[in-house]
């Protein structure tokens, strides 16, 4: 993660050197650069300010300002002041006027710089009007954001839910995130991560909430990673979208997912929510496509919205670690034969359990279920040509049931996604695997399910509880903490 880490920031220099330094006639090197890209204000009206450097720029202006915005320069200082309208379109339709009111609440002022000798370079600075919300009395390897444009806060010197486990982080960065851009603007200040969930536009500029899922990144001085954090973003209350199931209270949907359920190509992928190694508490990314064709992985993007990509590599000596999966969250650690197929050299049954502990990747006030919750579940369904397009089944505890998409898994000796049957006509993606948090030596149990495509009920398979090796990458669906 070090080496990302460096790459992160040599990337950005390098980007800086070439759009933002240049030579004018005379010679005369010049530069300007923003501190930050984002600038936030919680309240219509309110006042954020932004620094600079600039080397032998004579002005900085902005020359494209969002409707209603107001932006000045203190060159002197080395800032810029931005200020949010004091009244929406929303607001002043309420008023008796005749001007329409166009204000709007985020866009972009673009800045130039200009200098001695005539020439400009220009940055963007986005600007918003969004809502702060504090969790930083929350501690949780995972965070639901279920408002966007809405600035979050969270304590990044805790690790997960422990009140001890400390750390002093120097800097925090996106490591992925998919969409582009679903979390934006990380930022560190006094041991407290702050980063914008944006609104989602599409090419006709309607909004919409824009569902997907990052990890965020803590790091020291030298470029190593201390801790990361999975932020969920999703629309919905996971304490209002609940069932009780095998027992237990849980949720409807899988971590990290869009939506429950789809018919629709786009809702089935967003189903399937992120996958998890047993034991570790950081997510890796889903299918590019629903039918997980050519295996691909979705994209994703770092701090800089540049693409990145996740690792592979089998575990050994070195790897084979607790300390060094959380140093490497980018890395799928594929297991081997003499490591019993589990990503530890050393297998560790407890590193999920009955209690929820620190390597737990479920939100506050969640955990991964026992192996006693799947055992108590069957297929409800019937084959039908209709269920064969919801890509899961509906399963039951002869009392209530739930959804479970049917999203394959990560293997445990490539990391590839692997779901698609060899059925030429009818390629149906259609098993299901999810973990539990019950470990016994070196692997751990999982419920597995699949469709027959020969289109029988007693031809599908099911399994409450068998065990699975620990380096497969399954789907985790969380349970209320009694």
């Not at 009244?87 to 710089?113: L, Q, W, Y």
């Not at 609104?199 to 803590?218: C, I, M, P, Q, Y």
């Not at 948090?437 to 692997?443: A, L, N, P, R, Y």
Request: proline residues 4%; aromatic residues 12%.
């Amino acid at each position: 993660m070090k080496n990302l880490t460096v790459k992160i920031f040599a990337g950005l220099f390098a980007v800086a050197a070439v759009l933002l330094a240049s030579c004018n006639k005379d010679d005369e090197s010049y530069s300007f650069l923003l501190n930050e890209r984002g600038a936030f204000v919680e309240e219509p009206g309110g006042k954020t300010s932004v620094g600079f450097t600039a080397v032998n720029i004579v002005s900085v202006t902005p020359t494209t300002v969002p409707q209603g915005w107001s932006v000045t320069v203190d060159m002197n200082e080395r800032r810029i002041f931005v200020t949010a309208p004091t009244t929406f379109p929303e607001e002043s339709a309420k008023a008796d006027t005749e001007e329409k009111n166009e204000n709007v609440r985020f866009g972009t002022v673009i800045m130039t710089g200009r200098s001695g000798g005539g020439a400009s370079v220009s940055m963007s600075l986005y600007v918003s009007l969004a809502e702060l919300i504090d969790l930083t009395d929350q501690p949780s390897n995972c965070y639901v954001l279920n408002k966007s444009n809405v600035r979050y806060c969270i304590d990044v010197t805790r690790k997960g839910e422990d009140t001890e486990a400390t750390i002093a982080p120097a800097s925090v960065a996106i490591l992925w995130e998919t969409p582009y851009k679903v979390v934006e603007y990380p930022k560190l200040i006094d041991g407290k991560a702050y980063f914008y969930h944006a609104v989602g536009t599409d090419d006709k500029k309607k909004e919409f909430f824009n569902h997907g899922n990052a990890l965020l990144g803590a790091f020291d001085a030298a470029g190593n990673l201390l801790w990361s954090w999975h932020l969920w973003c999703a629309e919905f209350d996971p304490a209002g979208e609940q069932i009780e199931l095998g027992g237990e209270v849980m949720m409807k949907r899988n971590l990290g997912a869009g939506v429950v359920s789809g018919t629709s190509e786009a809702d089935i992928l967003a189903s399937y929510g992120v996958y998890y190694q047993w034991g570790r508490k950081d997510p890796f990314v889903g299918p590019r496509y629903y039918n997980m064709a050519d295996a691909a992985d979705a994209q994703i993007y770092d701090s800089q919205n540049l693409r990145v990509y996740p690792d592979y590599a089998a575990t050994d000596a070195e790897r084979g670690t607790l300390a060094y999966a959380g140093a490497h969250a980018m890395t799928f650690l594929t297991g081997t034969k003499e490591s019993g197929y589990n990503w530890l050299q050393k297998a560790d049954a407890s590193l999920w359990g009955a209690v929820k502990n620190n390597n737990d990747p479920c939100p506050r006030g969640w955990k991964v279920p026992s192996r006693e919750v799947f055992a108590k579940l069957s297929i409800k369904d019937a084959v039908t040509p209709e269920l064969e397009k919801s890509y899961g089944f509906t399963l039951t505890d002869g009392t209530n049931e739930a959804f479970f998409p049917a999203g394959g898994r990560r293997s445990f000796l490539t990391g590839a996604l692997t779901n698609m049957n060899d059925n030429e006509v009818r390629p149906t993606p259609w098993t299901g695997y999810y973990w539990s948090s019950t470990g016994e030596g070196k692997e751990a149990y999982a419920m597995d399910f699949s469709f027959d495509i020969n289109g029988t009920r007693a031809g599908s398979s099911f399994q409450g509880a068998a065990l699975q090796y620990a380096a497969g990458g399954m789907q985790v669906r969380c349970v209320k903490i009694r």
